[in-house]
């Protein structure tokens, strides 16, 4: 299957500062890439959706000015928390799919931790 | 509201046994429906699915769907230890939105 890279793999960060998730495909070209935030033993929350060039469309209750995507290329998107709180830790997981494929491919996830 | 709702939400068998995980759902515009297998971090891809009736396999998992009744099921037959896993249903609709089940949380014992 395609391949999808997500770093980093895990972050530490303080209250109150931001930071940034990076969401790559490798071997295609993600027209589509979908943040997801997993809570433990939960299963994936769909946070929001993001088109190539286009602004992306959030779920309701997600918070667009605290969760900045930008999905600028078709093999880049990024996810950016932005005044992180402690509960904004969490496990995020991007994936991609490609205009052809309706099959959606997972990156490695990043734990974030907010200390 | 889409909703894609996975049952049971946690099975525990012997190794060697045969299970069926269950995804009901209620979207609009439905497209497809994924299957994915989580063990420690990111969802392996197993089955999409856009046509009713038509099995798709691999190996000791299969996977049907039923697009009138708005289901499908994973099988999984002579389970072993390394199937241990969260098994997630996702459905693709219209909007674009892949939206996932609870999960399955399948223990298989030795």
């Known amino acids: 299957g395609a391949v999808v890279s997500q770093h980093p793999s895990w972050v530490i960060c303080k209250s109150g500062t931001s930071v940034k998730i990076e969401c790559r495909s490798l071997?295609?070209?993600?027209?589509?890439m979908f943040w997801y935030r997993q809570f433990p033993k939960q299963s994936l929350m769909l946070m929001a959706t993001?088109?190539?060039?286009?602004?992306?469309?959030?779920e309701q209750g997600v918070e667009k000015d605290k969760f900045l995507i930008n999905h600028a290329s078709l093999t880049l998107s990024t996810l950016t928390v932005t005044s992180a709180h402690p509960e904004d830790s969490s496990f995020y997981i991007c994936?991609?799919?490609?205009?052809?494929?309706?099959?959606?491919?997972f990156g490695q996830g990043t734990r974030l931790t907010v200390v | 509201e889409d909703k894609v709702v996975q049952s049971p939400l946690s099975l525990v068998v012997h190794e060697g046994d045969t299970v069926t995980l269950n995804c009901s759902y209620e979207?609009?515009?439905?497209?497809?429906l994924l299957w994915y297998k989580q063990e420690k971090k990111a969802p392996t891809f197993l089955f999409m699915l856009?046509?009713?009736?038509i099995e798709k396999k691999s190996g000791r998992l299969s996977s049907i769907l039923d697009k009138k009744e708005l289901f499908s099921i994973l099988n999984i037959t002579a389970t072993q230890t390394g199937d241990s896993a969260i098994y997630l249903c996702?459905?693709?609709?219209?909007?674009?939105?892949?939206?996932f089940g609870q999960g399955t949380r399948l223990t298989i014992n030795p």
């Open positions: 994936s991609a799919r490609d205009s052809v494929h309706t099959e959606a491919f």
């Open positions: 071997d295609f070209q993600a027209t589509t």
């Open positions: 993001s088109n190539e060039g286009s602004k992306a469309t959030y």
């Open positions: 979207v609009t515009n439905f497209r497809s």
């Open positions: 856009t046509s009713s009736g």
């Open positions: 996702a459905v693709f609709q219209g909007a674009q939105k892949l939206v």
